[in-house]
């Protein structure tokens, strides 16, 4: 057991070195020169060729990577091209927020993924199943543009439940975290409806019912438990997905996130905060992937690691 | 000098009034305003600013030796209470005022001054103003690192500041009403080293009492500012990352004041027809000029005829109309609200057969293949096309590029990358209202190097010593011969076509009905967007 955790905490560390490595490498070979962005228009190349030297960007690539890894191993993630600051100061104040949107978010995917995916099953090839899934899958094939402008403006425009956009109580929270559930929730639905399905025609469950257990007690002490198990590592994959939405669903609703902070290094071509949040979304995945599949041996203890 | 400034005075004071009764009002102090904005305030240190968002926070932060009429292109003095140029225009000798205080209480000496200024060009700052300043004594040696201070700049006293050219600039007072000639305590600056962005202490209107990063940051009025009755405001709360979009839905409801990123292209239309927006809507110049540049080193337009018949394919009133009348169609580099701009001049007119006259003429009767760079980022992929399809009439088959801001700056600015260049999205604001701006960098010699800004690598020799002598011009009664000497530089550019002007754009401000003061404050051509100090709340 703990050789397994620390098997895959290796393989995580590896992960997130690949990671910064194909990063770093892709943005050095973009054809911006960041040295020329920081001197502005008006400079003479003398100045241009200073500030490349004092940001070492004069040195061969390999060297440039090695510095930058060392300086991230004494958390030193370098200063931001535009905005001067450190880049660890500019993601502490966007956790936060990111944090809770994706809280509740992946909650509310969760709590409408589930509860459409058991009704779905229990109705199975109904109107109902095929509403349900038809639903499930417009829900993760809308664009999120398109989908939280659309959110934003019925319910808090038009029918004034929500303020408009903005960071602050419960009350802001609410569209954004329900927008990014109602998306997301299609993986789930689906992934529940056909793992009840497989769980409703095993045997235990034609024992159960019977040795006369009740319907409810069957499909909550019996079904559930089993039909759940995949949807766990299933939240370590959707955090990856989950950010990409976030990039959009922040930016319309004006949440002061990651996300958005992503958005406007990406536009200009700030390298250090595009590397840093990648860094930072990595690290996110790999944690969640790992967390997840931990959790599995606990829920469901027939998985038995010691043989992979 | 009160002739000196009206030397400067440039006719084109850039709003047209939508409603008259706003100005008549007299001013109201007090009051609390909302502005929001989409994207980060990067930073307010003035030697760094250099974006829509923190351009006219920083003039309202700090000030510099000059400044502008408000609403105008007008200089007037600011720290300086007055200066004198000696008659060869290299020595100019500013008289500060005096009692004027930083924001932590210090009285502003003239070392300060010299402080500011060796700060912005010291290259340690990475200022991209630090170019600006290279007419003053002594600018390369601390470009280049050899000296720590500026020659050029003397504080005979507390309260004068002598600085010392090393060629005669025209255009140099308006240099020092750059936000990067500010002048900022070394105290403070030495206290918060590179955050000094984040924790800005100036003489100006306003001062920062809160910045949550990413959020919003908050202004309070100066209660100690030299000017009596300024600023009217008592406090503005800037939002930052509204979706310009949302921004003006919160607007409607009466939840914002000021919309800073203005309209949207795509909404446009919509808020122009809509009768509740019509008084809240303010329409100005700005020194803008949108243009497609046609890099004179590749063939086939090398060929001056190629790129006459260019400039005569392009129908610029359709442009002007894909972007919904945002701007009015251009046929020379400088805008018109510039001093210099010729109104007599005619540019080349649309005329697709003589274009194609044109390019059989040059032998390429059967057109070519070609390339436009052009950022991503709605309406210029869409104008390029406009280009593209006019193009196309006379057998030029151009082949659309589209990329990130930085990516189309970089191919610009490599010499055998970019045949055309369509300018819209990163070129060219006027840093300062003198014709001057719109050569050097851009039409000049001196831009057309590995990257730099002039993307058609137009280098005319003559011309840029012509630029040389209309520079020379600093006394007061010579400033209309130079603004003519001026224009007659770009008209005669124009012959060569290194470019094809598109349009003047036009900028858009959405207040709320509650805002007071002269809608010239709220497209204040200097502090873009617009004119904290001197706006009110009715």
Redesign the interface.
Known sequence: MVWYIAKRIAYSLLILLGVTFITYLLLYM????PA?????????????A??RH?LGLDLPFYEQYVRYLGNLLQGDLG??Y????EVS??LA??VGPTLQLMAAGIGFELLIGITLGIVAALKRNSVLDQVLMAFSFIGVSSPHFIAA?LA?YFFA?YLGWFP????GGVEHLLLPAITLGVLGSGWYSRMVRSSMIEVLHQDFIRTARAKGLGRARVLLCHVLPNAIVPVIPMIGIDIGIFMSGLVVVE??????GLG??AW?A????DIPIIVGVTMLSAVAIVLGNLVADLAVLFVDPRIDVTQT | MNNKLKGFALTALCATISSQALAQQTPQEGGEIVVTYQ??V??L?PA?G?DWQNWSMIKSLFDGLMDYKPGTTELKTDLAKDYEISDDGLTYTFHLREGVTFHNGREMVASDVKYSLERTVN??T???????F?SIEGF?AM???ESTTLSGITTPDDYTVKIQLSAPDAAFLHIMALNFASVVPKESVEKWG??F??HPVGTGAFELQDW????HLTFVKNDDYYREGIPYLDRIDF?????P??AL??LQ?G?VDIAGDGIPPAQFLQFRNDPDFKDLMVIGNQLHTGYLTMNVTMPPLDKVEVRRAINMAINKKRIVRIINGRAIPANQPLPPAMPGYDKEYKGYPYDVAKAKALLEEAGYGDGFDTEIYVMN?DPQPRIAQAIQQDLAQIGVRAEIKSL????V???G??KDQAPMVWSGGM?WIA?FPDPSNFWG?ILGCEGA?P?G?NWSWYCNEELDAEAAAADAMVAPDQQQARAERWGKIFTTAMDDAPWVPIFNEQRFTVHSARMGGDDALYVDPVHIPVNYDYIWVK
């Open positions: 973009i054809p911006a020169d020329r962005q920081i001197a502005g228009r008006s400079a003479t190349t003398e100045v241009v200073n500030i004092q200063r931001s535009v905005q001067r600051s100061t500019l104040s966007r402008m934003l425009v408009l956009g903005g960071y930016s319309v609703f004006g949440w002061p958005q902070l406007q990406i536009q200009q071509v | 994207n980060d990067a930073t240190d760094i250099y290259p340690k990475q200022s991209p103003g630090a170019g600006f290279s390369d470009a280049s690192g590179r955050d962005g984040k949550a990063l990413g959020q939002e930052i990352g509204q979706e979009n949302v839905m919160r409801r939840e980022t990130a801001q930085a990516n700056i970089a191919a600015g490599a070129a840093d960098p190097v990257g800004w």
